[in-house]
């Protein structure tokens, strides 16, 4: 059985730093892209940040830009989420998910998602 299961997320203050986890089992994810994505309450589900397994090419939406860092751990089967500089509108749910071959932005096409993890972020 597949799972990926994000570590727990937390209240932190603005300006601080929190790494998010997402470990995943049940099969190989090589050749996988890994991806975070984020949803705020009453708000859609959101890109954030992706890996790809070719050359650890990364993407971010533009409002994580310099203050995100997603990496990945092949031999711990393990992608994170370093999120420096929070900021209250960071706020939300994220969810780590996996696909085959190249990430795309949107949410369809993921095929593998975690149950998500809570990160709140007082100002």
């Known amino acids: 059985q597949v799972q990926l299961v994000e570590s727990v997320g937390g209240l932190v203050q603005a300006g601080d730093s929190l790494r998010l986890s997402c470990a995943t089992s049940g099969r190989t994810f090589i050749g996988y892209a890994m991806v975070w994505f984020r949803q705020a309450p009453g708000k859609e589900r959101e890109f954030v940040a992706a890996i790809n397994w070719v050359a650890g090419r990364t993407n971010y939406t533009d409002a994580v830009k310099r203050r995100f860092t997603i990496s990945r751990d092949n031999a711990k089967n393990t992608v994170y989420l370093l999120m420096n500089s929070l900021k209250s509108e960071d706020t939300a749910v994220y969810y780590c998910?996996?696909?085959?071959?190249?990430?795309?932005?949107?949410?369809?096409?993921?095929?593998?998602w975690g149950q998500g993890t809570q990160v709140t972020v007082s100002s």
């Open positions: 998910a996996a696909r085959p071959g190249w990430a795309v932005p949107g949410v369809a096409g993921w095929d593998y």
